[in-house]
């Protein structure tokens, strides 16, 4: 009997989960964390084009349908603002003319929102407080996962979707691993009313935005509004509702204090976070100032090291697990999601050749293997450039690059096309 086990029940382990379930191919996800309530995450995820395609294909109709309803207003655009809130450069996120895909487009989703969609239709094929610790495989190709409770289970393929700290990555490829990029920030959430919207620079209407500064520091900013007539499952919906602004700001770690910002709380990020934009738009500092204390956070950007191909088997990993990347470029979880499409779409077209055996989906995996690697790694330096010129601390190059964008934005028609 051909069995996928799915270690992790991520954004990419469940979009593959479900893709498979729609196939008819047995299908169970191990997730550490005790149940569903775990997950309380609520901030806005961007779905790009390849996102969408993925949950697409993996999805039933209907489920499909229902994340598209659940969906906030799309970005039309990027920009990147001075720390005055000036314009420095704006471009399209889509081709102006023409009709619109319906599928391959970018969306604003709630995170929690989206993973309820994820889990809906499962059922008992998700299992909780299951711990991944190691597994071992047959002369056959036959895994057999092994569980910190002490249970285990068999399958004919083990996929390591545990996001940054893979168990499974760990025992497949020891020598892969994250790197600290040098860049470390602060995170939170203000919730968009009518005392607050007036704080948003105008540009936000159309999309997310990024704040360049001087010094190595530079701050995202991106909406979500609910689509007017928007109505959802209520346990599809996270504990905050309602419209909000996320923001996250990143530094160089020589302009944070000395023993890092790991082990600060909501009051003391804040401060940091106030001091580090002092002289920016006054908008700026007030939205920091007036952001709920619940939602600030810090955290620390590690991006994965470059692995060269391993001989395949029937182990494999997706996401986070092989090609975690900085936030730069907001690719991270669509990456997860391609894997996820490409992923199923080799596992389905193995059985549907007639064999599962363990040499049939070692060489699917193979080939999954092979196109990830491709574009995953393409991704993690993507986003690694965009990061490193983000908060570059050299004046003349960061000088440089701000009059090249000004002078760029000055005239649409070419900008369009370069950037096209």
Known sequence: MFTVLIAGGGIGGLCLAQGLHKAGVDVTVFERAASPDAFKEGYRIHLDPDGSRALHSCLPAERFALLDAAC??????????SEGL????????????????PVAV???????????????????????????????????????????????????????????????????????????????????????TPATRHLLPSQLRRGPAMVLAPGGVNMFLATHETAPGTNLPAHMLPTETGDYLVWGLSARREALPAGGIDHLG????????????????????????????????????????????????????????????????GIGANTALRDAGVLCAALVAARDAGTVDGRALTAAIAGYERRMRRYGFA??????????????????????????????????????????
């Open 266 to 329: 909501p009051e003391a990020l804040r401060e940091l976070t106030l001091d580090l934009v002092r002289t920016w738009h006054p908008h700026v500092r007030q939205i920091v100032g007036e952001s709920s204390p619940s939602s600030l956070s810090a955290f620390t950007i590690r991006t994965a090291v470059p692995v060269r191909p391993w001989p395949a088997t029937t182990v494999t990993v997706l996401g986070d697990a092989i090609h975690s990347m900085p936030p730069s470029r």
């Open 86 to 101: 000036d314009e420095l450069l704006s471009l399209n996120v889509a081709a102006p003319d023409g009709p619109p895909d």
């Open 379 to 420: 991704a993690v330096k993507a986003s690694n450039r965009a990061l490193s010129q983000s908060v570059t601390t050299n004046s003349v190059a960061f000088a440089t690059s701000r009059a090249a964008m000004r002078l760029i934005n000055r005239f649409p028609a070419a900008r369009d096309r370069v950037f096209r």
């Open 72 to 81: 906030g207003r799309p970005p039309r655009a990027f920009a990147w603002l």
């Open 106 to 192: 970018h969306r604003s989703i709630n995170r929690f929102t989206l993973r309820q969609i994820l889990l809906d239709g499962l059922g008992d094929r998700v299992r909780f407080g299951k711990e991944l610790l190691r597994y071992e495989t047959g002369a056959d190709g036959a895994v057999t996962a092994h569980f910190a409770d002490g249970d285990r289970a068999v399958g004919s393929v083990l996929v390591g979707a545990e996001g940054t700290h893979s168990r499974v990555r760990a025992q497949l490829l020891p020598h892969g691993g994250r790197t600290d990029t040098g860049v470390a920030g602060v995170g939170g959430r203000l919730p968009l």
